[in-house]
């Protein structure tokens, strides 16, 4: 029997660079992965010659050179650049939100025309607050109206926050759209970073890379498999699992938030015009349509391939037997989870990494700056 280095649970972003940072050290990995193939979230599953993203999509984002550098020296990225469209009961908005989506909404042309009409806007919201002695947003309500003003908030905000969380705005904590720009030039950008794109070819690509001169073995599940017993296998282990299934869901089981999705193959080149067309009204179920291609084809290209794949998204809350995608971050769920992180320091030769055994949401460029640090 093959003795290793490191046993590595998942074969996600964070085990496929740790697998690839330890195979250029010298040292020999092998990488277990429950699902039938590598990658986790970021697989991408060809249909119609069509790289669909299997568990979401997935856009490539960052401001860190060297995480950028690391990934193209693996695969060469392309130039797709995240501009969301806002259906809201048939009318198109620009997103993030920008001059377009103002004009749109108000037909200003000029930023202080706009800048003028959303103080106009949050007029109401920011009296009432001041009324009320709060200095701060209380909750997403009182952020979106005191960002963007009444009218942005309840045709693209409101509607789409409820479906995606599943509690009303009022309910919510502020943060969740403190990021999102609002900028006052006609960009529809929805990233900041210098650096943004998909692999070309798609992101299992990235994954073979990775895992290249590491053995992997799918379908084999850590707690149903004779890896349980880790030790004898290799002398480190790296979980990149559900943290608390580590310890027998010991003190009581973390939720999570899911997303399931309705894809379909339509005969037709081009559905939407573009790879993401969110629904910000009750009117539809979904939160959004995503439509693959055009993530990866251009101009010309989107019709020499004569099908194409969309996806409906549904926020689900998560049960059994679904993939965990999202922590959830109300103060149950932080107090438990720092429980379960006080027990992983404690356990001797394994490292935790990710998404799931931090129980914490990661981008995927930082969950690689990550494991190229540790490295370091
Ligand atoms: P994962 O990809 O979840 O990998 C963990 C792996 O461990 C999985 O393959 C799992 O099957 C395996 N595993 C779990 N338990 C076991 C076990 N017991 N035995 C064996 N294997 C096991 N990031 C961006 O930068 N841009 C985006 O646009 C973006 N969009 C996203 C959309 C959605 C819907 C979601 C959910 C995430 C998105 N992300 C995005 C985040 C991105 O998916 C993560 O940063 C990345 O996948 C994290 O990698 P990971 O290895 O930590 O986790
Ligand atoms: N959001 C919104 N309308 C939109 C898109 C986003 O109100 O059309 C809000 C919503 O509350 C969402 C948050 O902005 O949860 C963050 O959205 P983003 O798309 O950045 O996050 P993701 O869905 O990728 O986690």
Known sequence: MKRYDYLIVGSGLFGATFAYKAVHSGKSCLVIE????????????????INVHKYGAHIFHTSN?????????????????NCPVANYHGELYNLPFNMNTFHRMWGVTTPEEAKAKIDEQRAEAVARMKEEGATEPRNLEEQGLCLVGKDIFEKLIKEYTEKQWGRPCSELPAF???????????????????????????????????????DCRVETDFFNSEYRDWRSFADRLVYTGPLDAYFGFRYGKLDWRTVSFKTRILDMPNYQGNAVVNYTSHEKPFTRIIEHKHFEMFGQAVYDCPKTVVSEEYSTEYKEGMEPF????????????????????KEDGVLFGGRLAEYRYYDMAPVIEKVLNIWK
């Not at 039938?36 to 979230?41: A, F, I, L, Q």
């Open 34 to 49: 429950k699902r039938p193939h590598t990658g986790g979230n970021v697989y991408c599953e060809r249909i119609e010659g």
């Open 65 to 81: 050179k060297e995480v950028w550098d690391f990934v193209n020296s693996l695969v060469p990225f392309n130039r797709y650049t």
């Open 176 to 214: 969740i759209i403190k990021r999102l720009p609002v900028r006052l030039v006609y960009d529809n950008n929805y990233f900041n970073d210098p650096y943004q794109g998909i692999p070309i070819g798609g992101y299992n690509k990235l994954i073979d890379a990775l895992l290249q001169g590491a």
């Open 326 to 345: 999202y922590a959830v971050n109300d103060e149950r769920n932080n107090l438990l989870a720092e429980k379960y992180r006080s027990l992983a320091e």
